[in-house]
């Protein structure tokens, strides 16, 4: 069992910036990548960002320049620095952790599938 918790949405002017956070919580040994996906009003979901165990990050060419994401395996946390934000980037914002080993005293395990979500929030970019 995991839960992913999301916080630092809000309105914002463009060109301003917000800073998103999400922590997994669970009997969690590490996590192989996190995301960040984003879904607007009568669009499908998209992946904004990932990052990979070993640092590894791809983002969609909508971003690039203006958003960083980051982790800190220790928290089991990843971050989501957005800079120059544009009212395109109106949107929920979802948290994603795929594959994740976890640890009960002395045991490791997977469960199936491994596909973990928050329960989003809300970036609203406006004048």
């Known amino acids: 069992q995991v839960q992913l918790v999301e916080s630092g949405g809000g309105l914002v002017q463009p060109g301003g910036s917000l800073r998103l956070s999400c922590i997994a919580s669970?009997?969690?040994?590490?996590?192989?990548?996190m995301g960040w996906y984003r879904q607007a009003p009568g669009k499908q979901r998209e992946l904004v960002a990932r990052?990979?165990?070993?640092?590894?990050?791809n983002y969609t060419d909508s971003v690039k320049g203006r958003f960083t994401i980051s982790r800190d395996n220790a928290k089991n946390a990843v971050y989501l620095q957005m800079n120059s934000l544009k009212p395109e980037d109106t949107a929920v914002y979802y948290c994603?952790?795929?594959?994740?080993?976890?640890?009960?005293?002395?045991?490791?395990?997977?469960?199936?599938?491994?596909?973990?979500w928050g329960q989003g929030t809300q970036v609203t970019v406006s004048s």
């Open positions: 990052i990979t165990n070993g640092g590894r990050t």
């Open positions: 994603n952790a795929y594959e994740i080993l976890f640890r009960n005293s002395s045991t490791y395990y997977y469960l199936p599938h491994g596909d973990y």
């Open positions: 669970g009997n969690i040994f590490s996590i192989n990548a």
